[in-house]
């Protein structure tokens, strides 16, 4: 990303949901602070509950550069102006698009240890591992101009301030043999993410295997009808979710699931050594899907998200790939063994069934 926006001539747009004044922000401010001064156009979105604890004059350096600054959805009311607010709409798109060639959508954050997709900002772990294990991906060809649409559209809904006149829709060439399709949900849209609705379409159609791997689990009905329906049709479902995690409760929530999904015939791993915080999936070894949507309610009903679909034998056979790294790197949770977790294990997991649906 750093190499992708050294190389910009004419625009740099950013849209992340946690921007930090931390070593990598500012890394990040300086480059952006650096092109503009050379003429190029700097646009940029951040959440205001993302960015809670990012002052305000790490923005305001920003603007005063000549960059193009939007706080999505601010946590003032008084300052949003004619438009509807809600505390719990938030936007946890990561996504930076240089020159309209280059795009990059995934989990990754502008931050050396990022938050999640609450409205809430969310601890570090407190006995943290060697790191965080994220996904993200960097996208040529004409796909880009997709993920360039929704970042405009996020940038107008929002009432940003008139754009400069880059060149945002460049002639774009194929850069590959896999057909990439960008799917962006909407917060508070009537009717479910249409992300979520792709992956439980596809899973719903799967023969072989699907392999997930879960920052964030409060599954609604529908997703754990299909994960089970799924293995009862003999699917491989295997899913890689945290051994530590930087939210307790949806941490627990997610576990307190464990139970039926095994039963089932899923089978869940616990990744050991980093938090993890990737939000992938890969479906019958040709449909993979990265991006920054959690299954949790919070994601799936009230986050702007954003995933690139990618259909690609080659494409899912590195994703597999990956996944096998991941399954290396963790350890299995057997149902005779869950069973036998310990009472204040399932207290926790009881408590925060209470509260999942404004996680």
Not at 94 to 113: H, P, R
Not at 274 to 295: C, E, F, P, R
């Amino acid at each position: 990303m750093r190499a992708a926006i050294g190389s910009a001539t004419d625009h740099i747009n950013l849209e992340s949901y946690c921007i930090e004044d931390d070593e990598v922000g500012r890394a990040f401010a300086a480059l952006l602070l650096e092109k503009r001064a050379a003429g190029v156009e700097v646009n940029v979105i951040y959440d205001s509950a993302g960015a809670f604890l990012t002052p305000t004059d790490f923005f305001d350096r920003l603007r005063d550069a000549g960059a193009r600054v939007v706080e999505f959805n601010p946590l003032n009311p008084l300052t949003v102006g004619k438009r509807d607010w809600c505390l719990k709409l938030r936007d946890h798109r990561k996504l930076l698009i240089v020159d309209g060639v280059n795009a990059f959508v995934g989990g990754i954050n502008i931050s050396e240890v990022y938050s999640s997709g609450s409205f809430i900002r969310r601890r570090r772990p407190t006995a943290r591992p060697s790191g965080w294990r994220d996904t993200h991906l960097e996208i040529e060809g004409p796909a880009v101009a997709e993920f360039q649409r929704l970042f405009l559209d996020t940038w107008r809904r929002q009432d940003g301030p008139p754009l400069m006149t880059a060149q945002y829709f460049p002639e774009l060439h194929p850069a590959g043999e896999g057909v990439v399709r960008a799917i962006g949900s909407m917060g508070g849209a009537e009717g479910v993410s249409e992300i979520y609705e792709a992956l439980l379409d596809t899973m719903r159609e799967a023969t072989s295997h699907i392999y997930l791997t879960v920052a964030y689990f409060a599954p609604d009905r529908p997703l754990l009808n299909t994960l089970k329906g799924a293995a009862a049709r003999g699917v491989d479902v295997r899913m890689i979710m945290p051994s530590t995690t930087d939210s307790w409760a949806v941490f627990h929530v997610g576990r307190s699931y464990f139970e039926t999904l095994l039963e089932a015939g899923v089978r869940i791993f616990e990744r050991r050594g980093s938090v993890m915080h990737a939000k992938t999936a890969v479906i019958d070894g040709v449909w993979s899907t990265i991006g920054s949507t959690n299954l949790d309610w919070l994601s799936l009903y009230y986050n702007d998200e954003l995933n690139a679909v990618v259909l690609s034998e080659d494409f899912a056979a590195k994703m597999d790939r990956l996944f096998a790294d991941d399954l290396a790197h963790s350890d299995e949770v057997k149902l005779r063994q869950w069973r036998r977790r310990p009472l204040p294990a399932r207290a926790l997991e009881w408590s925060a069934r209470l509260i999942e649906r404004v996680l």
